[in-house]
T-cell receptor, first 112, second 111 residues
Framework: QKEVEQNSGPLSVPEGAIASLNCTYS??????FFWYRQYSGKSPELIMS????GDKEDGRFTAQLNKASQYVSLLIRDSQPSDSATYLC????????????FGAGTTVTVRA | DAGITQSPRYKITETGRQVTLMCHQT?????MFWYRQDLGHGLRLIYY???????DKGEVPDGYVVSRSKTENFPLTLESATRSQTSVYFC??????????FGPGTRLTVL
């Protein structure tokens, strides 16, 4: 089992819709969770971090964390063509470590 | 300019040659990381460093060497390049230590 798994894409959504991205992780001891956005040919960019169960909102982005289910998600509301990118879920697998494990990514395409 | 830079941005080399990829950050972040990104594998950690003169292996360290004599620099050396090391290499740094910020990447092709 991979340490971090993301729902396979690509995900295509119409402009203005909600894009929902999911990520599961294998270690119950994980404490820190991140979402990165990566445009084609560019480097990953940190867009959200979440450490506690529940929701965290930042503009049009909402991260949701459920540690009991080992599940973290990212919602993109009012999707825009500029949101078209690959989204990477990252988790620190070991609670006392600062290394991150990344999922393979989900590619989102927002169609006008 | 402040931030994290990588050089070269593109490199073509031949099998067996030694190659060094440079990473420089101006934030004085303690932690620095080297990843490679390949289709089908995502981002994989090669080496990381918690401070100057402290380095440790990541998930895929074989064939790579790192050093960190200064906080701001973290070079990655491929001792004898192989075709399987053709990849995009990203350097990252962080202070938090988990919120990592990535450099622009180096696209390496080994012929």
């Amino acid at each position: 089992q991979k340490e971090v798994e993301q729902n396979s894409g690509p995900l295509s959504v119409p402009e203005g819709a909600i894009a929902s991205l999911n990520c599961t992780y294998s270690d119950r001891g994980s404490q820190s969770f991140f979402w990165y956005r990566q445009y084609s040919g560019k480097s990953p960019e940190l867009i959200m971090s979440i450490y506690s169960n529940g929701d965290k909102e930042d503009g049009r982005f909402t991260a949701q964390l459920n540690k009991a289910s080992q599940y973290v998600s990212l919602l993109i509301r009012d999707s825009q063509p500029s949101d078209s990118a690959t989204y990477l879920c990252a988790v620190n697998i070991f609670a006392n470590d600062y290394k991150l494990s990344f999922g393979a990514g989900t590619t989102v395409t927002v169609r006008a | 300019d402040a931030g994290i830079t990588q050089s070269p941005r593109y490199k073509i080399t031949e099998t067996g040659r030694q190659v060094t990829l440079m990473c420089h950050q101006t934030w004085s972040h303690s932690y620095m990381f080297w990843y490679r990104q390949d289709l089908g594998h995502g981002l994989r950690l090669i080496y990381y460093s918690a401070a100057a003169d402290i380095t440790d292996k990541g998930e895929v360290p074989d064939g790579y060497v790192v050093s960190r004599s200064k906080t701001e620099n973290f070079p990655l050396t491929l001792e004898s390049a192989t075709r399987s090391q053709t990849s995009v290499y990203f350097c990252a740094s962080s202070e938090s230590p988990l919120e990592q910020f990535f450099g622009p990447g180096t696209r390496l092709t080994v012929l």
